[in-house]
């Protein structure tokens, strides 16, 4: 088959994968109709990540093709939404909220494991990883939000969960790439009453407003910090969202927390806790990888039913072939999310 492979940093293009076949009955395989780019997937583009030469792409819906003999929750041609990672979902560490920590659970396009950025996949644990997506004949639209729920819309929705926002909360969103634009409509869901993003892109900002952003911050560092300041009287926000990993959004995510309050991280950290400052404000952090799948059906539900659309995000298309399009127009910030068409209905 058909796959992107990456040969080192800045080296993506399209390659031959074997054809996924059924190696273990908790197996499924599955047609990649849609697929994208991850920012973290530019991390290793740039080289400031290491990853394997290999497959990649971790973010996917497709078509199930063929399933392993303990598979029963999905079935030859189910429409399918695959989490970023695979999990069995009933160990002790799944049922705890943390797919990431399955002993049986893997990343897909590591190198080795099929990515989503081909024409189909292998998927372990399938079982427990696919959700099955409800209907036929979905709107290219519901299909994109559908393809955001693979990671970047459930991350979001993580950093807003694990900052504990709530009805009525003034909410600050630390990075304007996908999953900062994807968090800003996560804290709208859960009902924040305002949402403070900090962008200096027109067109990013303009996506922020979209998805329920009241107020646009283009200041960065210090002067972020006083900004958020002023709109909040003084006493910061009661939910930061963390959601690019730079020391310089880490930084700012801490300073704007009100005390008292728990910053969500889910940026990929390079850069540092500021412990003693976070301590003596009694500011917490909760996040890491979010558990997509946990969060996958309601989400789904709610792009099912028209509610959130956050498909919006993919606003760069192409196709296997012109891959490293993909990612160049992600480094290039010529695209917020670069979609991947791998395939059909
Ligand atoms: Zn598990």
Redesign the pocket.
Known sequence: MRAAIFGGPGAIGLGERPDPVIQEPTDAVVRVVLACVCGSDLWYYRGESPHAAGSIGHEFIGLVEDTGTDVTSVAAGDLVVAPFIF?????P??RNGS?IS????GNFGNGTIDGGQGEAVRVPQAQGTLVRVPGTGHSDQVLRSLLTLSDVMATGHHAAVSAGVQRGDVVAVVGDGAVGLCAVLAAGRLGASRIIALSRHPGRQAVAKEFGATDIIEARGDEATGAVMDLTGGIGADASLECAGTAQAIATAFAIARPGSTVGMVGVPHGQVPVPEAFFRNVGWRGGPAPARLYIPDLLDDVLAGTINPGVVLDYETDLEHVADAYSAMDERRAIKSLIRAGSQ
């Open positions: 999990s069995d979902m009933t160990c560490h799944c797919t399955c002993p049986v659970g």
